[in-house]
């Protein structure tokens, strides 16, 4: 069997249904066995539009992405889409093509050290240097992305292996001695931390992506339930418990909200569980929750006290150990009256500092505006995929996300151009959910190819576009601290969204109503086929609250 | 911890945070790691990424032709040696790696010194090697070539006395290491 045709029935076998990729020569022999291997192939019309579907897809559905490119350029266009994977945790298998074995090293046409250049953004990678090989090296790919802490795996395959016959066997096992990620929490430290909840006065659980990775969202709302234990959450972990709870904060971090913020600051005992502390969470470190102790539940022990001291360190899957702590906990029958303080003081912020913003009075659409009208038309019901910039902070602050794996964006990396693509992705994983994207006129201009993809593989994604003419985070950040010196942030009105949406065969509308956008952008969604729509907004308009870079959480302005 | 559901007093205030903690002491750690091409690569990439600085690498096969050793020494003075080997640990090449115990531990450095030694100055030179029971191994009109195993500090002794005849040359293998006893490192 030709090792490509062993290559799509180990895809098979993984259960893969559909993946992203664009040809080239060095992938010629895989794409030849794609012609009949019965896997559904998009062709994307960049690589970096597939890496970020295939990432869309994973965050969507929970199974493992894959996406393909050919060798050199092909391959280094899917840099982004790999790093972005490794700094979110994302599962995806990126295959890419490469030269002849003979060539390897001699600077040939389309060659590049893929491996060399993925190195540093990798979960792992692996080069292909028998054909033999390849069996083995896509089910450990799959198992690595899968399993721990997800992240991408890169396989790197020369032209001349690929198309190369091999004996093939099913592959039922997977060996890799320096692998074994740790799942099960120890009893001893969980019993430890029951007790320290049990008697923290003012605890706070401050929650990750990593609980949705773990698929834990059910455990982390019977552990919070256990007890009116307040609950926050990062931007990737939005959802892993409901936006709209008595017991929701809201998010943390740089442009959290007050209450969740102020919490994180008094609190006595943070739970933090598969939250990674990121600076844009902690502020300034010297100054983060100055007065707590921290638990802390993870599956990769190299983020415990990796920025912050943990006091009780627990290594494993989340949804192995919240059970656990929550029997536990209750089990120790804690004094719920304890916590009426702490509640007390908290409802205190939530009143005086909800989030707000000053709408217009006329038909002018703040762009808070508009993330309230699409929370409206759609019911709060879509999967929503953001860019990256003040519509995602918007986004993050005023959709409130019901369930986990119905917001996703680019946390981590910050990747302008992941939207569209990863909403195409999710769409293509999800086909009977209503996919949005939030975008800015500036994200959407750095993979707005793609809407072509989404319209010849009748992909139905509709994508709102808060344009305000403006790099608007950049520009922020110039008004705020650089003195208003507007340094090459203005974009003008161009592109033509609409021009540009008919041009790739989707719906172009523009809104500019604030009076009629809830009704607007209903049709917008029930308008068959992908839709692009230009959302008018207030050109200058600030993200608030926010913490100042370096500055501490009590500090928050705005 | 006592039984499940029993109600002792955990003061918050008695918690105290673990890891991070900078140990102020050079550290060896022993790593086994696949013998595939790029582990290397891998592992000196991670150093360089994560700011860590290695004071000396030894590289070598095992008894085992699937397997290398790495013999890395750093300060942990410097870093925080509990989030280097966490980070090493997430290498999927990487198999095992030990912190090696200083005291049940063997560590040897191979050096070789080029050392000027004419004249009236030879004999001199050859009784230090004699007392550090290192060989001389090429002999020239104007220079001698010494070679040195031991411990670090053994070399570094060395190097102090015989620096003043005139240095022309070092090279240091750097530190290999293996655990006393019977177990295996």
Known sequence: MRAVDALMECLKAEGVDVVFGLPGGANLPTYDAFYDAGIRHILVRHEAGGGHAAEGYAKATGKVGVALGTSGPGATNLVTPICDAMMDSVPVVFLTGQVRTELLGTDGFQEADTIGITMPIVKHSIMIQDPREIPRAIHEAFHIARTGRPGPVVVDIPQDLSRADIPYEPVTDVRLPGYAPTTDGNQKQIRLAAKALANARRPVLYVGGG????EASTELIELAEADRLPVTCTLNGLGAFPGVHAQWLGMLGMHGTRAANYAMDE????????????????????????????????IDPAEISKNIPAHIPIVGDAKNILPRLTAEYRALGPDAGRLEEWWRRIDGWRERHPLSFADSDGPEIKPQYAIQALYEATGGEAIVTSDVGQHQMWGAQHYH????RRWINSGGLGTMGFGLPAAMGAKVGCPEETVVCISGDGSIQMNMQELATCTQNGIDIKVFILNNGYLGMVRQWQELFWDRRYSAVEKGQWPDFVKLAEAHGATGLRLSDK????????????????VLVDVQVTAEENVYPMIAPGSAARDMVG | MGEPGTKEILSLEDLEAAGNLRTGRRHILALTVENKPGVLTRITGLFARRGFNIDTLAVGPTDDPALSRITITLDGAVHPIDQVTKQLHKLINVIKIRDLEPADTLARELALFKVAADGPTRAEVMGIVDIFRAKIVDLSKRAVVIEVTGTRAKIEAFEQLVRPFGLIEMVRTGEIAVARGRSET
């Not at chain 1, 609980?211 to 773990?214: Q, R």
């Not at chain 1, 996300?401 to 986990?404: G, N, T, V």
């Open chain 1, 211 to 214: 609980v949705v990775s773990a």
């Open chain 1, 267 to 298: 609190a006595d005992l943070i739970v933090a569980i598969g939250a990674r502390f990121d600076d844009r969470i902690t502020g300034k470190l010297t100054e983060f929750a100055p007065h707590a102790k921290f638990i802390h539940i993870d």
């Open chain 1, 401 to 404: 996300f019901p369930r986990p």
């Open chain 1, 515 to 530: 009076h009629t956008l809830v009704e607007d952008m209903r049709r917008a969604i029930a308008t068959p086929g992908p």
